[in-house]
């Protein structure tokens, strides 16, 4: 079965400063990675994604996530953090159980950027 | 339209109650899925519906019951529910059946049981 680890519950950042919120993964085959942001009371935003190709992945709101296959990680970064970025942040594997393929998240990562 | 919609945005409900939660998406996406995501807690998977047919039932009680009367349209009919299945349940849609394309997410809807 695949799996997803975020070994972080909280994470906080000054705005301005560099953020990483970590994700370690366990699949058979190649991976499909994801990452997803929540608002509050909201539903889930999709960030970007690693399929095949370059390890460094660039998606929305300047947010982009480094494949590292030899340490099985996919860790979400961003250069400068803003406010607004507080969120719940998700990192998602395909699961391909009962044979159709679907998405498994992660516990979840709080961010708060703090002013 | 690039949006997954779902009405109610809330729901409260007695016990006793049957009551449905729509989600409606008009990118012609073929895949649909049910989440459901307790307080603090991530997403977990309910059901999928690939080509409007039922493909992946992750073992929820019958109180339960999906409907997908098109390729547009996903129900989730609930009757005599918990109040431990009060939960933010979360509806979503993909190009296809492989996630390659990853998931649009609704907005969701608190559920309230009492």
């Known amino acids: 079965a695949q799996s997803v680890a975020q070994p972080e519950d909280q994470v906080n950042v000054a705005e301005g400063n560099p953020l990483t919120v970590k994700c370690t993964y366990s699949v058979s085959g190649n991976p499909y990675l994801f990452w997803y942001v929540q608002y509050p009371n909201r539903g889930l935003q999709f960030l970007l994604k690693?399929?095949?190709?370059?390890?460094l992945v660039k998606g929305s709101y300047g947010f982009e996530a480094e494949f590292n296959k030899s340490q099985t990680s996919f860790h979400l970064k961003k250069p400068s953090a803003l406010v607004s970025d507080s969120a719940l942040y998700f990192c998602?594997?395909?699961?391909?159980?009962?044979?159709?393929?679907?998405?498994?998240f992660g516990t979840g990562t709080r961010l708060t950027v703090i002013p | 339209d690039t949006e997954v919609t779902q009405t109610p945005k809330h729901l409260v409900m007695g016990m006793t109650n049957k009551k449905s939660l729509k989600c409606e998406q008009h990118?012609?996406?073929?895949?649909m899925y049910w989440y459901k995501q307790k307080a603090k807690k991530p997403p977990e998977l309910m059901f999928v519906?690939?080509?409007?047919?039922?493909?992946i039932n992750e073992s929820v009680p019958s109180r339960f019951s999906p409907e997908c009367p098109n390729s547009s349209l996903l129900n989730l009919h609930l009757h005599a529910l918990q109040p431990e299945d009060s939960a933010l349940y979360l509806c979503a849609s993909s190009q296809d059946s492989d996630v390659y394309y990853g998931y649009t997410f609704g907005s969701g809807t608190r559920l309230t049981v009492v």
């Open positions: 519906y690939s080509y409007e047919k039922l493909s």
């Open positions: 998602a594997v395909r699961d391909m159980g009962a044979g159709a393929n679907n998405l498994f």
């Open positions: 690693y399929i095949t190709g370059d390890n």
């Open positions: 990118m012609g996406h073929r895949a």
